[in-house]
């Protein structure tokens, strides 16, 4: 089964930026569709970005113009790019991968979640 593992998490100070990675346990033929979710005590999962399989971006208002969502398919890779970080950006996010491993089977899998906090 795939794994996802992220990393890049931190504290940073309010305009300041982390670039947020996840990569996969092991090699993978291909992402057809991928997102970064964010998640608050008390709430549900939310989408902040996403490239999904019929191609193009969705991002949440909230975010636009601020966060960027890519990946680099010969590392394995996605990425989150958090620009201008505001204290209400503060939150769990969590990556999500859709795509097909080495052997053609399909996976769905979600990254362990790493903690963000925009503070002064």
């Known amino acids: 089964q795939v794994q996802l593992v992220e990393s890049g998490g931190g504290l940073v100070q309010p305009g300041g930026s982390l670039r947020l990675s996840c990569e996969a346990s092991?090699?993978?033929?291909?992402?057809?569709?991928m997102g970064w979710y964010l998640q608050a005590p008390g709430n549900q999962r939310e989408l902040v970005a996403a490239m999904p399989g019929g191609g193009g971006t969705n991002i949440a208002d909230s975010v636009k113009g601020r966060f960027t969502i890519s990946r680099d398919d010969a590392k394995n890779t996605m990425f989150l790019q958090m620009n201008s970080l505001k204290p209400e950006d503060t939150a769990v996010y969590y990556c999500?991968?859709?795509?097909?491993?080495?052997?053609?089977?399909?996976?769905?899998?979600w990254g362990q979640g790493t903690q963000v906090t925009v503070s002064s």
């Open positions: 092991i090699r993978i033929y291909r992402i057809f569709a």
């Open positions: 999500n991968a859709e795509g097909y491993t080495m052997l053609m089977e399909i996976f769905n899998s």
